[in-house]
């Protein structure tokens, strides 16, 4: 099928744009200063929550791109949800890691837990999407 009938930004798709645009710049602000200020409190958890950012940003540019990035999209969302369920379990397990709160920690309650709902409308859309093609 062309390209442009795998058009991810339509209906449900524009919402889950919004909000992974949101969370993108909300988690980069955060690892950002998290890194630059705290790094030697908890660089394992600082630099998860970069990738969390930078995985953010990428999901939401697949999710407004649509065409060839829905796969990709798919592989972002993906390694969302299995990091934001390992990093939300290991904040549990290992306090200790993760002295302040990250996107990924606590599976997301710093942030009302969309980290932990977001992944799987993204995945539910994006495969959606990928089978209307």
């Not at 009938?5 to 949101?22: D, E, I, K, Q, T």
């Not at 302040?100 to 495969?127: A, E, I, M, N």
Request: aromatic content about 10%.
């Amino acid at each position: 099928m062309p390209e442009a009938s795998r058009r991810a930004l339509g209906g449900p798709g524009v919402v889950l744009v919004v909000a992974y645009g949101v969370l993108a710049l909300a988690a980069t602000g955060r690892s950002v200063l998290q890194l630059l200020s705290y790094f030697e409190r908890a660089p394992l958890a600082y630099l998860l929550s970069a990738l969390a950012a930078v995985v953010y940003l990428l999901a939401t540019w697949c999710l407004a791109r649509g065409g060839g990035w829905v796969r990709v999209g798919i592989a972002a969302c993906t390694v969302e949800l299995v990091g934001v369920l390992a990093v939300g379990a290991a904040s549990f397990v290992v306090p200790e890691a993760f002295p302040d709160k990250t996107v990924w920690s606590h599976f997301g309650q710093g942030y009302g837990f969309v980290p932990l709902v977001l992944p799987v409308l993204g995945l539910l859309w994006l495969r959606r999407v990928d089978r209307g093609a």
